[in-house]
Each structure stands twice: as structure tokens, then as C-alpha cells.
């Protein structure tokens, strides 16, 4: 456990230092929330007792996008270019025990997605004073980063399936494509109906949804988070063939 | 002494090309020794084997008596790969510390970024470094846990002339306690001067074990040098014991495996031979010898 921990660390201590961390996942939606706020910042979005400012909505947006391109992208590339380049063959002549490799990856994107969240909060109460109870606040800062966790899986399923020369290009479709189909990047009741059916069977709409349904005064999305789980199971299932089929080709 | 490592019968495929070919080998605690052969011989499969990296087809491999993974895991090995990638965006200090830090028993920080010459480097990033400087940390990494067994695969690719005999002198001194460490590499000098023990492989087999000075004597033979004018290959070839000649101006080198014979045979035919010198052969001698005399065969008969 400790040697899991102490690998988890090493990875987050690396991935704060990558520039391209840096500016996809923390710069970019700090970046895009206060322009467009700046630009549509009095707006309403709904009417009636569920409206919500644009401030707030895009608020959880560009949150839920930051924590997603962090738990998402942290691994797929680097990791596929690192077993190209033998670390994960490294660690396997120390104790660390292989399985330990996978889950401390996981691990590292799903904390990972912690600053890009915590910021475009901040910013939100700072510069726009994004107001929520504090429930609502629990709600939609805890099920953003709880939610980042099939992203995460996902992340690792594609660093083992995709080699290191497609992982990067591959890596930024699966991205924008869950980014602005799931709805982050422009809100969901504006989409035509097609778009929307799309949305509902993407993780990243289900993801995003845990913010805003706490945003709206909810709980939690019941719906939201199975669908979550679903996802979670079928990337995992997926990671781990993957990972089995490495095991068998490189360590047999 | 205690068996650090144990080959018995172990062959190794990959697909139809065969990587090690029946392979019984026991390495004791404490040895030094160096795996020598030519590209394609074997010896970084027998190294993958040894650590736990690859399974044999058939046969067996156990380390300090056990499987290798569970030597591994026990921290009792530590490893310097050929390709052990190191990863950017990591100081130095923080990637050896952290190895450190998966073993029972470490030796200090500071002492390991020492031994490995890592240490006025040691706040460094990985990808900053160059390529001498990024063999040294993969040393520190190796060593960084105090293993009972280390290997180095081919440690010294791409050290200077320098930087190797500074290498070499941290092993010894790692050695030094009582510690196996096993080497693979193609360098016949490295092999000659750093190990006891050299088990000379070619085409997946052991062709040669034993220390340097028992192989030059096994299969080198003697080494029969003189001045001759105008020397006839042919005829020099035709006399007794002989297994090799080379001629350059005047000068005549010939290997033999019966130097009296050679030389008695000489000067019989009245050659107008001068400047004789009678010499063992060097261990590059024994080595090609071996590498070549067991070519020849194998080639016919391709798998």
C-alpha cells in the first residue's frame, strides 16, 4: 500500500509539472470561463425558480471540463508513450508490484482533476460571487471529482490500447468530442435535438449533469451517476483485457 | 556458497526464432560475472529470464532458490536495463528516492546519488540530461535499493572511455560486500578486466565458462609469432596444430593448438623464419575462436 502511494505521488508530482497539463486542463477552462463570462456574463439561463445565472452554469461547465481533460488526458498519451519507452518494464524490476502501476496512474488522474476544478470555483466566487448553498457547493464540487473517475479509467484503457504515435491525436478527439458533445462547451438546451439524444448516452453529459443538478438546488442525479457506474465497469472491464494482453505479449 | 541464480534445461521462442537454446547455467552468491557473446546471443533474454521479465518455453529459472518474481518483489534484485525508460518531468533526487523508498532495506539517498555520480546533478529533471548523465541515474536506480543480485544489460553503451572506468570502479566497490552481480555485454575487455567468471554465449548456447584466464587457455591455444619474407598462407596453414594464420608484411601470427609441433614442423622445412615469440592467446582470440568455430555448424541448420 505504501509503495501504491508513494507511486501515485511520484506520478502527480510529474503531471503538476507538464506544461501541457498546465495549459489544456487548468489554463484553458480557467481561460475560456472568464471570457465567455466577460462576454455573456448577464445572462440567464431557464426561467422561473430553475434559473441560474450564466455565470454559475458555465461556472460547472468549464469546471467539469478541466476536471475531465485532467483525469482524461493525464494518462492516455504519457502512459502509452511510457511503456513505449520501458518505465513501466523499470518498475517491474523493483518490489512495486505491476498491478500497482495501473491503479496508481488512475489514482493520480482522478486527483489531478482536483485544481482545475478548484479554481474555476474559485474564480467563480471571486470574480463572478457565484452564489450556492452549501450543500449545493458539496454537491457539485464532490460529484465533479468523484466523477472524474471513468474518465480516469478511460485514460488508462487508452494508453494501453492506442500505441504512442495515435494515443495523441486519439487522446484529443475522445477529449473535445466528449467536451462539446457532452455539452460543456455549449449548453445543452441550446443543442437541436439530434445533438441532445447524443449527449444523453455520453459519460461527459452524465458527468457535468452532477453539477448543475446541484447548481438547480438537487442532491444528486440517480440517473447521472449509474450511468456513471456503467461506464466506469465497461472501461475497466475493457482497461483490463488491454492490460492482460500487454501482460501476455511483453512479460510471457 | 548459496545459489544466487539457476538455469536448468531452459530454452526460450519467441514465435518460431529461438532466443535460448537449452541453457544450464548456476551462478553462486557473490560472483562476478560476466555474460559475453555477440548481438543476437542470448544474453539480454537470459537476463529478461533471470529477473522474471519473461518466462522460459521450457526448463527452469530460479533465483536464491525460488521463482525470480518473488526474488524481485522481495527487494533481494535490482536492475539496470538496456531500454529502462526514464520518464520526464521527475528531478533526479525524487526518482531515486522513490525506488529507494519500494525496497526493505535502502542504502541512504545521498550515498547512492555518491556511488552512482548522480549526485551534482541529483536536482536535475530526467529529460534534461544527457545521455551519459541518464545511464548514471539508471545505475542509482538499480543500486538505490542495496540489492543482494544486480544485473546490468549492456550498462556502459555510450560511456566514454572515462565515465567507464569510473563505472566500473562503483561496481567493484558495490561487489565488494559479498554482493552477485551479473553482466551482460560485448565488450571483451570489459568482461577480461571486471569478472571472475565469464560464460561466453553464442546462438542461445553457453559455449564457454569459466574464468578469463581458463578460457583463453580452454580454446585459445597458443599464439606463435615471427618475421618470415615473402610467407605462403598455404604452406604455413598446412603445418601442424595450426588453426589460424594472419600475415601482414612480414610478420606471420599464427594460432595453434600445439605450439611445439608448429614451430618444431618450422623449422624443419627451414623456413627463413626470425624473431620468434611464443605467446597464450588473449581472451578476444578465445573468444572469436569459439564464436566462429560454433557459427558454422548452426548456420546449416536453421530452425
Known sequence: MTAFLSYTWLEIRRTLRNPRYLLFTVGFPVGFYLLFTMLYGNQTMGSGAGAVSFTAEYMVAMAAYGAMGAALNSNSASLSAERAAGWSRQLRVTPLAPMAYVFGKAAMAVLVALPALLMVSLLGVLVHHVQMSASAWLGFLLGTWIGTVPFAVLGVLMGYALDSQSAGGGMMIVYFGLSILGGMWFPYQAMPHTMQVIARVLPSYHFASLGWNALAGHWVGWNNIQVLAIYTVIFGVLAMRRYQRDEAREYA | MAEAVEFRGVT???????????IDLTLRAGEMVALLGPNGAGKSTSVSLMLGLRQPSTGTVRVFGGPAETAVKAGRVGAMLQTGGLVPNVRVVELVDFVRGLYPKPRPLDEVLEAAGCAEFA?????????????????????????????LDEPTTGFDVD??????????????GGRTVVFATHYIEEADA???????????????????????????????????????????????GVTGVEVEGERVRLRTADSDATVRAAIKADLPLHDLEIGGADLEEAFLALVHADAAPREAGVR
Open chain 2, 12 to 22: 526460450k521462442d519467441f514465435g518460431t526464432s529461438r532466443a535460448v537454446d537449452g
Open chain 2, 163 to 176: 565515465t567507464r572506468r569510473r563505472f566500473w570502479k562503483a561496481i567493484r566497490e558495490f561487489a565488494a
Open chain 2, 123 to 151: 536536482r536535475r529533471q530526467v529529460e534534461r540530461l544527457s545521455g551519459g548523465q541518464a545511464q548514471r541515474v539508471r545505475f542509482a536506480m538499480a543500486i538505490a535499493g542495496d540489492p543482494e543480485l544486480l544485473f
Open chain 2, 194 to 240: 571486471v569478472a571472475d567468471r565469464i560464460v561466453v554465449l553464442q546462438h542461445g548456447r553457453v559455449v564457454a565458462d569459466g574464468t578469463a584466464a581458463a578460457i583463453k587457455a580452454h580454446t585459445g591455444g597458443r599464439i606463435v609469432r615471427f618475421v618470415l619474407p615473402r610467407a605462403d598462407r598455404v604452406h604455413l596453414a598446412g603445418l601442424p
